[in-house]
């Protein structure tokens, strides 16, 4: 059996994208639980025996703790707080709406639905009942999922600079920061307005027509 008889062909590029977008996150978790390893002062199995118990959104808590207690200097440690934020904030959400989401094709050949699974009761207006939605829907491209995974290569990179720099500090020498375009580029997402939600999406209890 060929890859292509596994699903619409209108889905392979946004199931190659997926794809890729899971291998780059799990090598991001992967250098988090480094450093977490490497600022813990654990290695091996005895480490591995707490850190398989512990997902990504526990590990960003206790790598930002970690470094507080190692009392790790400031400048490094505004880096690493800017990682962990951007991984929370910005790569966390949409890598598990893309990932488990469900996924529409259309009549539109460049139009793919991708469906959340989200209840929610509008608030009445204009003397209106409250209108009920247990369903959204968003147009999203493959080439939208690509761009999560530049960024996540981005912050991945990145982390990877500081878990070298954090061994540095070990051995008292000057620790490598994050390059500033990084930088720029998670303070503009942190700073970025939400985007309208019923520009962006289409809400309804029942699927499109």
């Not at 025996?49 to 703790?65: C, E, H, M, P, W």
């Not at 369903?135 to 960024?151: G, M, P, Q, V």
Request: aromatic content about 6%; charged content about 25%.
């Amino acid at each position: 059996m060929t890859s292509k008889s596994l699903g619409p062909k209108e889905l392979a590029d946004h199931a190659s994208a997926i794809g890729y977008l899971c291998i780059y996150y799990a090598e991001l978790e992967s250098i988090l639980t480094q450093l977490i390893s490497r600022m813990a002062g654990l290695k091996g199995e005895t480490f591995d025996l707490f850190a398989n118990q512990i997902d990504l959104a526990k590990k960003l808590t206790l790598a930002r703790g970690l470094a507080v207690s190692r009392k790790a200097p400031t400048d490094w440690y505004t880096d690493l707080d800017s990682i962990l934020v951007d991984i929370q904030s910005h790569i966390m959400p949409k890598r598990n709406r893309y990932v488990h989401d469900g996924w529409r094709v259309t009549m539109v050949d460049t139009i793919v639905l991708r469906r959340t699974e989200k209840t929610r009761v509008e608030k009445p207006q204009s003397h209106k009942p409250p209108a009920l939605t247990t369903r959204e829907y968003t147009n999203t491209s493959a080439a939208d999922i690509w761009d999560l995974s530049k960024d996540l290569i981005a912050v991945r990179d990145g982390l990877l600079i500081l878990d070298d720099g954090f061994h540095s500090l070990q051995f008292r020498e000057t620790p490598q920061l994050l390059p500033q375009q990084l930088r720029d580029q998670m303070i503009a997402r942190r700073k970025a307005p939400k985007a309208n939600s019923k520009a962006a999406r289409s809400r309804t209890s029942a699927s499109p027509v």
